[in-house]
């Protein structure tokens, strides 16, 4: 029996574009650390490696190491960078809010299936560390606490869409995939979950879809269709 709602964030609970989302977000990294003696284009080179090298992780150890041993190659030491990595996701990071679209739904959805009993999972790509979720959530009027289980690049050895990333999720919180459901708007990513046996919903108010497969499968409908369901849902 259905259970257990996956959400992916960024496009889904969060509504916003992906490509002005990370020219943002790379605008605001290189603003704070172009002054502290790091060249514009190594900054965005070493991201970008460390990005691949955390997408590419085959599990044998967490994705934050995946990335700082990527970036290190690519930047050299990159300690005052690491150092004060906390505080530019709680600062410059959160000019990026301008580029989403403010919406009570995301609150609404997980009040509706808190009430109803549902344990939800915040299954976004595990790319960034705890505190650049937070602040993400935060935009939306969420947290961390609203979920059991937070995925993020200290806590997980697989990215989506590869099976390790669902099957970690599903051996943390103690779940078979027949009690879950995944929300998201990447076909590839996000529903990649039902190979699995996951149900799945794509949400299609800010598709990402770069290799442009197919979605007339997948069960779908916009975020406030997400809220319509999650208030038809039985309590548990």
Not at 131 to 138: A, D, F, I, K, Y
Not at 143 to 169: L, M, R, W
Not at 207 to 228: C, H, M, R, W, Y
């Amino acid at each position: 029996m259905l259970n257990t709602i996956l959400f992916d964030l960024d496009g889904t609970l969060l509504p916003m574009d992906q490509d002005a989302f990370i020219h943002a977000y790379v605008t605001q990294l290189c603003r704070r650390y172009v002054p502290c003696g790091y060249e514009k284009d190594a900054i965005i080179k070493a991201l970008w490696a460390g990005t691949a090298a955390m997408v590419q992780n085959d599990g044998s150890c967490k994705n934050e190491d995946r990335f700082w041993a990527a970036f290190t190659q690519q930047l050299g030491d990159p300690s005052a960078l690491r150092d004060s990595i906390q505080s530019f996701y709680t600062e410059e990071f959160n000019a990026v809010r301008e580029i989403t679209t403010p919406s009570k739904l995301p609150r609404q959805i997980v009040n509706t299936l808190q009430d109803k009993g549902y344990q939800l999972v915040l299954a976004t790509n595990p790319l960034f560390p705890p505190v650049g979720v937070q602040t993400r959530l935060s935009w939306i009027d969420l947290a961390p606490k609203d979920f059991s289980h937070v995925t993020t690049y200290d806590n997980s050895t697989f990215c989506k869409p590869f099976p390790g990333y669902y099957q970690e999720i599903l051996k943390t919180i103690g779940k078979s995939p027949e009690e879950c459901r995944m929300v998201g708007n990447n076909p590839l990513d996000d529903m990649s979950a039902a190979k699995l046996g996951l149900d799945v919903y794509f949400v299609t108010d800010f598709i990402e879809n770069e290799k442009n497969l197919p979605t007339d499968a997948f069960p779908q409908g916009s975020l406030a269709d997400v809220l319509t369901w999650a208030q038809e849902l039985p309590c548990l």
